[in-house]
């Protein structure tokens, strides 16, 4: 009858995988000198959080070390971590942002 162990069985071998592209945190890192305001302003323009939400994740990377701050296609990831180092390059804070696959 349909709903047998070997009928699952075989539905479960066969059945098409369904590929996922794969996925890259994208962290934050902490570090002495770079002002909280920025991390926040970084957050809220490049990460669309809200105010509040990048708030509560540049104090998780103060206390912590590190956060993740979004999970992106590697393209996405890379962009973000380029658009990261550069604002931080450009205003002089020695910020650094990294990616890595979940
Ligand atoms: N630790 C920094 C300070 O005390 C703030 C900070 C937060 C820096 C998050 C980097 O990714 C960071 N000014």
């Known amino acids: 009858k349909p709903g047998d162990r070997e ?8 059945r098409p995988k369904t590929q996922r592209p ?6 934050l890192l902490n570090d002495d ?4 305001e920025f991390v926040v302003h ?3 323009r490049l990460f669309n959080m809200t105010h509040a939400q990048a708030i509560e994740i540049m104090l998780m ?4 070390g ?6 992106f296609s590697h393209e996405i990831a890379e962009t973000k971590v380029a658009q990261v180092m550069e604002l931080a390059r450009r205003q ?3 910020l650094q942002c990294t990616m890595e696959k979940e």
């Open 92 to 94: 002089q804070h020695p």
């Open 66 to 71: 590190v956060a993740v701050v979004g999970v």
């Open 61 to 64: 990377v103060h206390r912590k």
């Open 33 to 36: 000198f770079t002002p909280m």
């Open 22 to 27: 794969p996925m890259y945190k994208v962290l």
């Open 7 to 14: 009928d699952v069985e075989l539905a479960v071998k066969t």
């Open 42 to 44: 970084v957050l809220e």
